[in-house]
T-cell receptor
Framework: GENVEQHPSTLSVQEGDSAVIKCTYSDSASNYFPWYKQELGKGPQLIID?????GEKKDQRIAVTLNKTAKHFSLHITETQPEDSAVYFCAATGGGADGLTFGKGTHLIIQP | DTAVSQTPKYLVTQMGNDKSIKCEQNLGHDTMYWYKQDSKKFLKIMFS???????INETVPNRFSPKSPDKAHLNLHINSLELGDSAVYFCASSQGGRDQPQHFGDGTRLSIL
């Protein structure tokens, strides 16, 4: 089955700087890679996703890149703001029960 | 309007009891899911269901059973609760299956005493 590794587990950046979170996956058949933001006491919120036929996607301050050959994808957040502080999860298709396989999460801390 | 709603938000109960968590989506999606998030925040798929098929993750004990009264609801029933069942359970939905965006509810925190 699919295995998704996510790094780092904790990331602290100064407000206004950029943050990068990286993930690798194992199943070459996976074709959909979403990123979720989870705030305390809330459910995961989809912030951006990318499909295997695309190498990069951008939405305002957030971008995702995908390297199918190397089986890794990354989340880039520019001009970070205090409200970006949260736990971020990458995910990939290919998990059991026809659902998503998630990485273990990155706790992003934005320092004022 | 809440797209995916779960009730209750918190559930505290004794070991051995049977409990249910309700989930409703108003997005018109045809596929619904249950995920479990453990104390280390690891999210794991339990079930996916559309109006044709229930797919069960092989690691889920058969004490857990999803039931769908209609397309907008997928409730989770748990029998003979164990200490290890303590977790946050999330319901999600999508249109067309796992390679489509999934929208999550805000979770139900289950605590077993």
């Amino acid at each position: 089955g699919e295995n998704v590794e996510q790094h780092p587990s904790t990331l602290s950046v100064q407000e206004g700087d950029s943050a990068v979170i990286k993930c690798t996956y194992s199943d070459s058949a996976s074709n959909y890679f979403p990123w979720y933001k989870q705030e305390l006491g809330k459910g995961p919120q989809l912030i951006i996703d990318i499909r295997s036929n695309v190498g990069e996607k951008k939405d305002q301050r957030i971008a995702v890149t995908l390297n199918k050959t190397a089986k890794h994808f990354s989340l880039h957040i520019t001009e970070t703001q205090p409200e970006d502080s949260a736990v971020y999860f990458c995910a990939a298709t290919g998990g059991g029960a026809d659902g998503l396989t998630f990485g273990k999460g990155t706790h992003l801390i934005i320092q004022p | 309007d809440t797209a995916v709603s779960q009730t209750p938000k918190y559930l505290v109960t004794q070991m051995g009891n049977d409990k249910s968590i309700k989930c409703e989506q108003n997005l018109g999606h045809d596929t619904m899911y249950w995920y479990k998030q453990d104390s280390k925040k690891f999210l794991k798929i339990m079930f996916s269901y559309n109006n044709k098929e229930l797919i069960i993750n092989e690691t889920v004990p058969n004490r857990f059973s999803p039931k769908s009264p209609d397309k907008a609801h997928l409730n989770l029933h748990i029998n003979s609760l164990e200490l290890g069942d303590s977790a946050v359970y999330f319901c999600a939905s999508s249109q067309g299956g796992r390679d489509q965006p999934q929208h999550f509810g805000d979770g139900t925190r289950l605590s077993i005493l």
